[in-house]
Every structure is written in C-alpha cells, then in structure tokens.
C-alpha cells in the first residue's frame, strides 16, 4: 500500500519512520538484507519501507522493532508532532552516505575552535549555500 499524497510524493510522516527504522538498522550494523530475513519480508520492501513509499502497518512495525531489538516507541517517538516533516528533512540527511561517521567524527572533537573550521568547511565544499540557509556566523558549536 503506498502513501501518497496528493503531489504523488510519500507522507513525511511516512518518510521519517522510514528514516527511523533505517537509522536503527544502520546503529546495529545491519543490513536490510538481515532485517528482512529477520522480519519474513524482501529487502526491496525494507527499501520502500525505509523511503517512505510504502506504509509500515502496525504489526509489521512490531516486528520490526523485535528485530531491531528496541521498542515501537523507540522507533515512533513523537512523530506526530507538528514538526515531523522538519524531523523527516534533517533525519533523511543523516541517511546520506558518510553522514553519521562524519557526525561521529565531528562529536568527538573537543575543541570549539576545530569544531567550527570544520563546519566552515563543510559550508564551503557545499558551495557557500549553507551560508545562506544558517547564515555566517550562526553559533552552531559547542
């Protein structure tokens, strides 16, 4: 069953399950293939789960959270807040290639000073657009 909107695009409620689900897949280590072994289910539908494209039923959502060794609040949370399509937009970003290992990377570094030349950097690989979106000199480091 897909969940479509009307623009033909999947719900961001959807869409940031999906991101969950994969998140906590990707904590453990493991691959959709297992999860899908460990589930009963294709890989291919881990995948459209994981996207958004297709709706993740109650039960099934059960026994995805007994795989992932948490619970199913672990996995929803507050998604029914407000601010889930925000949530779902910074969460799919950290389903990026590289993105939690550079978030790793990036909270290990104690010193404030390395922290930002870091994010100035980042700011500039992605083509001065960040600049634009946070501003310059948005205090972002700790």
Do not use: W
């Amino acid at each position: 069953m897909t969940t479509l909107t009307g623009s033909a695009t999947p719900h961001p409620l959807d869409i940031a399950l999906g991101s969950r689900i994969r998140l906590r897949r990707r904590e453990l280590g493991l691959s959709q293939e297992q999860l899908a072994r460990q589930v009963g289910i294709t890989f291919q539908q881990v995948q459209k789960y994981e996207h958004g494209t297709n709706r993740v039923s109650f039960s099934r959502l059960v026994e995805i959270a007994q795989a992932l060794d948490c619970g199913v609040m672990d996995i929803v949370g507050d998604l029914d807040k407000s601010t889930a399509s925000l949530f779902a937009g910074h969460l799919s970003r950290l389903n990026e290639p590289g993105a939690p290992e550079l978030l790793e990377a990036y909270a290990a570094i104690q010193s404030p000073k390395h922290r930002r030349a870091i994010l100035n950097l980042a700011r500039q690989l992605a083509g001065g657009n960040m600049a634009a979106v946070y501003g310059a000199e948005d205090e972002v480091v700790r």
